[in-house]
């Protein structure tokens, strides 16, 4: 069973930065796809960012230029670099893994505010 634990999440003020963290207890070089989404208040899940296991890495149109997301293989963590926040960023970020045949895990999730 794959685990996904994040951390990092907190308040912040506008143009503030935090940095995610998300720990997984498998290799990430095995997934095929790990990274993260959000889910802001009263709203659905929207993908942010992800690597795909040939490395590449995706990202939201709402999020790039801010937000970067990178790994550590070695500690089989991944970790989300949020610049310059937005009150729309407000949401509770979770780590997701995507594995074959169509399988997904999910972290528990961290929630991250931004206050104006």
């Known amino acids: 069973q794959v685990q996904l634990a994040e951390s990092g999440g907190g308040s912040v003020q506008v143009g503030g930065s935090l940095t995610l963290s998300c720990a997984a207890n498998?290799?990430?070089?095995?997934?095929?796809?790990i990274g993260w989404h959000r889910q802001p208040p009263g709203k659905q899940r929207e993908f942010v960012a992800t690597?795909?296991?040939?490395?590449?890495?995706h990202d939201a149109d709402s999020t790039r230029g801010r937000f970067t997301v990178t790994r550590d293989n070695a500690k089989d963590t991944i970790y989300l670099q949020m610049n310059n926040l937005k009150p729309e960023d407000t949401a509770v970020y979770f780590c997701?893994?995507?594995?074959?045949?169509?399988?997904?895990?999910w972290g528990q999730g961290t929630q991250v505010t931004v206050s104006s």
């Open positions: 997701h893994v995507y594995m074959l045949p169509n399988t997904h895990y």
């Open positions: 690597f795909t296991i040939s490395g590449t890495t």
């Open positions: 498998i290799s990430i070089a095995t997934t095929n796809a």
